[in-house]
């Protein structure tokens, strides 16, 4: 029996007519959108091309209490396999530009811009400091969210400031400090009520062939030590503290587990691969599995570093944004 599909829920037609400028769609799979290729499709998939337009998209979100959420390049993401709710949120074009900061050795970057490009812009203008992000496949708003890092690094080791989207808030700019950064942490990721719109980096002076030097080193590094041959989403756990989880998963004999489609890597044992057909339920039974075994051989608990693509509602609803301490803006 062939169901007929019902009239378009009213937040649809809301949204087409908000946004003029950004791409918006429905029922979007956001597998292709995410480096471990698994997971369901998003409600509407939002590719925002302004300022004005992200004002416009969050009355919509606020009339009809929509949960939403941020994707970046998708490179730390977990999407469930019922997919997401709401509105996924890309910035696009508008926000993928790098230009030079007010004062000296600084560059301004758009959240959207990839951590590839950024390096490379960064060699060219004989600006060093970052190399270590040409390793981490993620966008600027991923890597200032996340406070990605590697090599000794972190993100907001060299962060001056950071504008950001706030629902009540607007648009604001505030110093690197506010924002409680840690180890993979801070107070900007989205599930946190915040966007992160561009940041600003303090960079050193560097010549061209040291530059180049430590970005090769990096690529080199990568390459050997972590597996490229099936999706994956970099290091699922992050690193208890004085220990490594790769370590710790490979010594309790988890190296190359398989449970349904996922894998724990068999190069690199705090990474998990999808061979092919992995389901989000097998990569989460699979974590559930590391997680468990650890407790009970080591007492360790390890914390996930990967990100679940969840929407969540603004303030004042079931499930809503909080948001742990102060806000300065300018
Ligand atoms: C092969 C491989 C190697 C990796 N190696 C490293 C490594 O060495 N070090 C490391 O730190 N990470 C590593 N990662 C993980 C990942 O690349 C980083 O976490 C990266 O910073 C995520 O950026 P993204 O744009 O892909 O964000 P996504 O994965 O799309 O999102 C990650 C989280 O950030 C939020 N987010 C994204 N953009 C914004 C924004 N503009 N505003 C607010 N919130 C936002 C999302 O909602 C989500 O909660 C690796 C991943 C892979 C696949």
């Not at 946004?19 to 292709?32: A, H, I, Y």
């Not at 890597?143 to 907001?156: C, P, S």
């Not at 430590?214 to 004085?242: H, L, M, W």
């Not at 988890?254 to 992995?278: C, D, T």
């Amino acid at each position: 029996m062939s169901s007929v599909p019902g009239p378009a829920p009213p937040w649809r037609n809301d949204l087409r007519a908000a946004l003029t400028r950004s791409r918006v769609r429905f029922d979007v799979p956001l597998k292709p959108f995410t480096t471990l290729r698994v997971g369901g499709a998003a409600d509407a998939l939002v590719e925002l091309e302004s300022d004005d337009e992200l004002a416009r998209l969050f009355e919509v979100i606020a009339r009809h209490d929509l949960p939403w959420t941020v994707l970046g390049k998708g490179s730390n993401l977990l999407v469930p396999d019922a997919g997401v709710r709401g509105v996924v949120l890309r910035l696009g074009r508008a926000y993928a530009t790098v230009t030079p900061g007010a004062a000296i050795h600084t560059l301004h970057a758009g959240a959207a811009v990839p951590n590839a490009q950024f390096v490379e812009r960064c060699r060219r203008d004989g600006l060093g400091g970052l190399e270590f992000l040409i390793a981490i496949p993620g966008s600027i708003g991923g890597a200032v969210a996340m406070n990605a890092g590697a090599h000794q690094g972190e993100t907001a080791d060299a962060l001056v400031s950071v504008c950001y989207f706030q629902w009540g808030l607007g648009i604001a700019t505030a110093p690197a400090g506010d924002f409680a950064f840690a180890y993979r942490s801070s107070q900007l990721r989205a599930p946190l009520g915040r966007i992160v719109l561009s940041a600003v980096f303090r960079l050193q002076p560097v010549d061209e062939s040291t530059s180049r030097a430590r970005i090769t080193q990096f690529q080199t590094y990568r390459r050997e030590t972590q597996p490229r041959d099936f999706p994956n989403c970099g290091s699922v756990f992050k690193n208890p503290a004085g220990d490594f989880a790769a370590r710790l998963i490979e010594r309790a004999g988890l190296k190359g587990r398989m449970l349904g489609g996922a894998q724990v890597s068999e190069k690199h044992a705090n990474f998990i691969v999808n061979r092919g057909n992995a389901t989000a339920a097998d990569i989460l039974e699979l974590i559930a599995l590391i997680r468990e075994t650890l407790l009970r051989e080591t007492g360790v608990t390890l914390e996930l570093e990967l990100q679940q693509l969840v929407g969540t509602r603004l303030a004042g609803s079931s499930g809503s944004h909080i948001v742990p301490g102060a806000v300065s803006a300018p």
